[in-house]
């Protein structure tokens, strides 16, 4: 005979699966869109270029994909959240507009920040091996010598 969970559990799971209902009510999260492509990095074509399309563009592009779980609060609030401070902070479709942080962008790759753990353990594909990591930052250091971002007014 199987055992009846004690009521306040059952009343514990009923209130937690009403505030998951609830908090799909809330719209932040579900501006899925990708602005236009106004000018792209100018990678060279070849592996530099796929690991940054694998590790780097769905929160530093407007070329996000957006799977199902962006659909589901709370995870959509994460992932929203995540889009737009990467497009801020560096965005590879704008790069005819200053980059916040592009100083930083080799920093961050080199010294395993970037893509972070909260992103490579749901997308496996981004966790670069040293040597992935090498080619990337390579292609990094060609895009940024051969084609930079446009400079900030304060800055030319």
Request: proline share 8%; net charge negative; hydrophobic share 40%.
């Amino acid at each position: 005979m199987a055992r009846r969970l004690p009521r306040w559990i059952r009343w514990g799971l009923v209130g937690a699966l009403g505030a998951l209902a609830l908090i799909q009510l809330v719209p932040y999260g579900r501006d899925h869109t990708n602005p236009a492509v106004t000018r792209a990095a100018s990678f060279a074509p070849g592996p530099g270029l796929e690991l940054a399309r694998g590790a780097c563009f769905d929160c530093h592009s407007n070329e996000t994909a957006w799977p199902w779980y962006t659909n589901i609060a709370p995870a959509s609030w994460l992932v929203q959240r995540d889009v737009d401070e990467g497009r801020a902070t560096v965005n590879f479709s704008e790069w005819d507009r200053p980059q916040a942080e592009v100083d930083e962008l080799l920093d961050v790759i080199r010294d395993g920040d970037m893509p972070p753990t909260s992103y490579t353990l749901i997308h496996p594909q981004a966790r670069l091996s040293d040597a992935e990591r090498a080619t990337l930052l390579d292609a990094m250091r060609r895009m940024l010598r051969d084609s930079p971002p446009i400079a900030a007014e304060d800055d030319r």
